[in-house]
């Protein structure tokens, strides 16, 4: 049997394929592995039989036969461990990789979160446009040391990887806050991950679901 | 040749061990394997030099014959790879021991960081007291669904891995914020693993570093 993902019943992301869900999504269209979807609204996600599954009450969760996973990170390690696709063979180029995968969610995201976090949450409070640079800042901070090292390459370490998948995802989540114009070499290695087939099929696969909730 | 991380030449935690070197050593430490520590200041990492073996000019990067990785989740992951003593031998065991630290790095840690920066960058401005309480209910959702998954048992999916490594360093960083206060059994999970004789010798050996630095 296939292995079953969670992803959102109603993604707030209106089909864009922000949310966690298209990593691993992507991943098994990479390593050409099918897999099943289980929609769950945000009631259900916080509900006591979620969280035995997701303790975090949040998409993705992983199931398998003999396996419960959260967190995207570990379960795009996980497919990419076991099938071809995602990591080099040698070792040294593996562990590189799985190093720009940690880097895509330790480094990178997490002030890209905060300013979207900011935006959501915080923009009608009267500091909004007061603590906005400071946000976009960190962020661009980390724009400017990933430009530095990606350079002219068409991925950050070699051939694609689960890095690279990782990172694009990532780098996606700045959507429209328009940061990304100061930086044609990220955004083009954003065009050149989505260009790929495996990418698309993940996107179309999520789109589909946006637009069944959305009746249309 | 033993491998080389990197660590603060002066740690503004003051010795506290709440660097991100210390994850590593800790993880050097239980597996038994020497290393050697090669001590940066601030400005150093900001140079070239150092940014082509960490292109976000942090610290720990990590050096050994053949190989360069930064950031502390890949390093810690590397190690637990190549020696016992970090990752069960199951398989899916193993699976869920390393979602443990992404868990911690991408979905524990990102609140508690950004709760820190507030309480450093911005308290002085007129709405830091206002945030607070946002920030501080953040942190306490994930506490509670830590604590609900921990129960009481002594680590987070049976035996002690590098899931429960990265998790403690990752509470530890909420230090003196008086939060875990309401969390015994957190609290109790941080004091279980200080206790382990490996802790204590990469604490001692970050805190002899930051004795010297400040002629202690």
Redesign the interface.
Known sequence: MSPTITAFKQSPDRGRGLARDMRVRWAFEEVGQPYDVRLVTFPEMKEPAY?ALQ????IPAYRDD?????????IV??IAERHEGLLPDDA?AR??A??W???A???V??PI??RSMAAI??RD???YE??MP?LDARVRA?LD??A??LGDADWLDGAFSAGDLMMVTVLRRLGSSGLLDAYPSLAAYIVRAEARPAYQRAFEAQLAVFKAASGG
């Open positions: 969280r303790p975090f009450g949040q003999d396996l419960t996973l959260f967190e995207s990170g570990a390690l996980h040294s562990a590189r799985i190093c995968m940690f880097a969610l330790s480094t995201e997490p979160v905060e949450f915080e409070e009267p500091w007061a603590r400071m980390r040391e990933l530095a090292r």
